[in-house]
């Protein structure tokens, strides 16, 4: 079972998410509708749909089995979005993945680099895994300037990778191993210690994703 910890820098705090939050994680998310839209996560073969206890219930069955650490974000008291730490495995892989929302009216604030921050420092230093990754669609700048902050290096284009606002959607993969920070994701953000341009897509990259185009083959 992965212990949900609270985890917090300034006024940010992760703390483990509940089955009662539902019914304000509902009124956010209805309050960041067109917001959040475009970066929803939905099903292929079904229609979007509200069970956010159902979800919260799946989050915590998913901490119980091991392989995730969900959370809520919170400032100064208030739900300001989500984060979860998905697909934990460990042995010779020892790897997670994050994702992430917060509300239209706590965006630019700098919550969400602070969060992942504290969320990846958990999973080096005191879970023990390797190696963090963070997927985004090309069109989210808010979210490619999160890893840009926090120095996490870009891998890579994934094709049609996550059905995302009813179609499958490219995405820009980025990744740390834990031997990249070893004073840790928040500290060297906070001390200005992050190197320029890990994470900068390259420019076929780009052009790829804008037109939708497939990649040439390695050589």
């Known amino acids: 079972m992965s212990i949900i910890p609270t985890l917090r820098d300034g006024a940010t705090v992760l703390r483990p998410i509940r089955v009662r939050d539902a019914r304000a994680l509902e009124a956010e998310l209805i309050d960041s509708r067109s917001w ?3 970066w929803e ?4 073969a079904a229609p979007l749909h509200w069970d956010t206890k159902g979800s919260i219930r799946n989050l915590i069955a998913g901490a119980r089995a091991g392989t995730g650490l969900p959370f809520i974000i919170e400032t ?8 979860n730490v998905s ?3 460990y042995g010779s892989l020892a790897s997670a993945t994050i994702g992430y929302w917060v509300g239209a ?3 630019g604030r700098g919550l969400t680099p ?3 921050a504290l969320a990846t420092d958990h999973v080096f230093f005191t879970v023990g895994l390797h190696r963090m990754e963070i997927c985004i669609r090309p069109e989210n700048g808010p979210s490619l300037r999160v890893v840009e902050k926090l120095g996490f290096r870009y891998e890579g284009l994934r094709r049609r990778y996550i059905h995302i606002n ?3 959607r490219d995405h820009f993969c980025f990744a740390l191993t834990v031997e990249e920070v070893p004073q840790g994701v928040l500290r060297r953000w906070k001390t200005g ?3 320029p341009g890990v994470a900068t897509v390259p420019e076929v990259d780009l052009i790829a994703a804008r037109r939708g185009i497939s990649l040439p083959p390695a050589r």
Request: without cysteine; glycine residues 14%; aromatic residues 6%.
């Open 105 to 107: 009216g706590f965006a």
């Open 114 to 116: 602070t969060a992942v």
């Open 87 to 89: 697909g934990m495995t």
């Open 193 to 195: 210690r992050v190197p």
């Open 166 to 168: 009813n179609d499958w």
């Open 76 to 83: 100064d008291g208030r739900l300001a979005g989500q984060l």
């Open 41 to 44: 996560a939905t099903h292929p």
């Open 36 to 38: 959040l839209r475009p």
